[in-house]
C-alpha cells in the first residue's frame, strides 16, 4: 500500500508588465492559488498594488517608467522598440533588485512571468535557485513556428540591438553561464501557461506540451447586476477600448453615430479617469461609464467592438459574443485577423473607421446564419480550457517534488 504526500504550500512569485491588460488575466489564477493555501507575491506597477491586494496575494509595487506605453494612437515598430528597451532596462536595474531584496529570506518555489518581466523573473530564478519557472501567455503565445516579437519588431532596429547587448551584460554580472544563455533569453520557457484556449490561438496546433492553453478566468460580478438590460427588447452593443485609452473621442463618437437608437442601446466604457464630458451630448440611447464590468453586459450583449485587448475579447468569447476589433496596435492586429479567420467577428482598420464601416461590419455579423454555430463552437472552447482550476493544479504539478512513497 502506497501513501503520497499531500501538496505541500507553495509561494509563488508574479512578474508582470505594468499595464492592467496584464494584470488583470492572472488574477483569477492568483485567488485560486491563495484558496489553495498558497502564498503569493507580486512585483507591480504601484498603481495596481490594490487591485493585486484584494485577491490576497501580497503586492510589492514600485513605480514604473511606463508611461504611455502601447496609448500611443500613432504608436510604430521603432517607437514600440524604444519603449519596449526602456521597460527592459527597468526590469533589470529596478525590478531584478527589488526582488531580490524582498525574496531572499523567503525565496519562491515557482516563478511566473509574462514575457515582457523575463529579464527580472527568469535571474530571480537563476539567483535563488528556483527551479520552477513558468511564463504566461497573456496574448498569443510563441514557440519555434510562431513567433509574435519576430512579426513586432525588426531585429536590426537599434533599440533591439542596444537591448541585447544590455542583456548580454546583464546575464554576466550575475554570473550566467554561457551554455544557459539561450534558454534565458528565448522567447518562451519550458513551461507556459496561455490564458487563451488552443483554437484562438495563432498556429495552435504547433504547439506541444510545453504549452497549456488553460483559457480565461471569468468573474461574474456579486450582489446587486451593476447593469441591466433594456426592457424593450432592443439590441445591446458594447464599445470600449480596455482600461486605459480613454483619450479617443472620435472613436467613440463614430460609435454613437453608427447605432440606430430605434434598434440598439449602446454602452461604453471609456477607460478609468476618463472625462465623460469629453464625448458632449449623448443620444439617449447611448450610456457612457469610465468603467463597468464587462461580465455584466456581455451576456446581454449582441456586438462588441474593441481594440482586440486579449481580455476584453476572451470575455466576449466565453459569452459567444460576436466582435467588431478595430485594432490599435500591431498586436491587435494579428488578434484582429484571427477574429475574422474564425469568423467570430469582422476586422475594421482603424484609418477606415466611418459610420458606414463601422455599420456594415455590425449589419454583416448580426445577420450572418452561420455566426451563432461558430460562435457556440469558440464558446465551448473556452469554457472547457480549464482556466484557474486547472493552471493552478497544473502549477502545483509542476513545483511538487516527487511524491514520497511508504510501504
Known amino acids: 500500500m502506497s501513501a503520497f504526500a499531500a501538496t505541500p504550500r507553495r509561494h509563488i512569485a508574479v512578474f508582470v508588465f505594468a499595464d492592467f491588460g496584464h494584470i ?23 498603481r495596481y498594488r490594490e487591485v493585486v491586494e484584494q485577491t490576497g496575494a ?17 504608436t510604430d515598430p521603432a517607437r514600440l522598440a524604444a519603449e519596449g528597451h526602456d521597460l527592459l532596462v527597468e526590469s533589470m536595474e529596478r525590478v531584478y533588485p527589488l526582488a531580490l531584496a524582498t525574496l531572499a529570506a523567503d525565496p519562491p518555489d515557482v ?17 535563488l535557485g528556483c527551479a520552477t519557472t513558468v511564463q504566461l501567455g497573456i496574448s498569443h503565445a510563441s514557440n519555434e513556428v510562431f513567433s509574435l516579437r519576430n ?11 542596444k537591448g541585447a547587448a544590455a542583456l548580454m551584460r546583464f546575464a554576466q554580472d550575475n554570473d550566467l553561464a554561457p551554455e544557459a544563455l539561450g534558454h534565458f533569453l528565448r522567447e518562451w520557457d519550458d513551461r507556459n501557461v496561455a490564458f487563451l484556449p488552443r483554437e484562438f490561438q495563432i498556429e495552435g496546433t504547433t504547439f506541444d506540451g510545453r504549452f497549456a492553453f488553460v483559457g480565461p478566468t471569468i468573474t461574474e460580478p456579486e450582489g446587486e447586476p451593476p447593469w441591466s438590460p433594456p426592457a424593450d427588447g432592443r439590441r445591446v452593443a458594447l464599445v470600449s477600448l480596455g482600461t486605459e485609452s480613454n483619450q479617443q473621442r472620435d472613436f467613440f463618437r463614430t460609435c454613437v453615430d453608427t447605432f440606430d437608437g430605434a434598434d440598439w442601446q449602446v454602452v461604453m466604457t471609456l477607460g478609468r479617469d ?6 458632449g451630448d449623448l443620444p439617449p440611447h447611448v450610456e457612457a461609464h469610465q468603467w463597468l464590468p ?11 467592438v474593441c481594440h482586440g485587448g486579449m481580455s476584453c475579447l476572451m470575455e466576449a468569447l466565453h459569452f459567444a459574443t460576436p466582435v467588431i476589433v478595430v485594432p490599435q496596435a ?19 482598420d482603424r484609418d477606415q473607421l466611418t459610420v458606414d464601416t463601422l455599420g456594415a461590419a455590425v449589419d454583416g455579423i448580426v445577420a450572418d446564419p452561420e455566426s451563432p454555430e461558430r460562435m457556440a463552437w469558440m464558446q465551448a472552447s473556452v469554457q472547457r480550457a480549464g ?16 511524491p514520497a512513497v511508504t510501504t
Do not use: N, Q
Open 111 to 127: 516563478v511566473l512571468y509574462d514575457f515582457e518581466s523575463f529579464p527580472a523573473a527568469r535571474m530571480t530564478a537563476h539567483t
Open 24 to 46: 488583470s488575466p492572472t488574477l483569477g489564477l492568483t485567488r485560486e492559488l491563495i484558496g489553495r493555501g498558497h502564498r503569493v507575491t507580486y512585483f507591480v506597477d504601484h
Open 274 to 279: 476618463a472625462d465623460l464630458d469629453a464625448l
Open 294 to 304: 464587462h461580465t455584466a453586459v456581455l451576456p446581454h450583449a449582441d456586438v462588441l
Open 387 to 402: 482556466g484557474a482550476a486547472r493552471a493552478a493544479g497544473l502549477l502545483e504539478e509542476w513545483a511538487a517534488p516527487a
Open 151 to 161: 512579426l513586432m519588431f525588426d531585429r536590426e532596429d537599434p533599440s533591439l540591438l
Open 58 to 74: 501580497r503586492a510589492v509595487g514600485y513605480p514604473s517608467r511606463r508611461g504611455a506605453f502601447l496609448k500611443a494612437h500613432d
Open 330 to 348: 500591431f498586436e491587435h492586429t494579428l488578434t484582429a485577423r484571427r477574429v475574422d479567420e474564425l469568423g467570430l467577428g469582422r476586422m475594421v
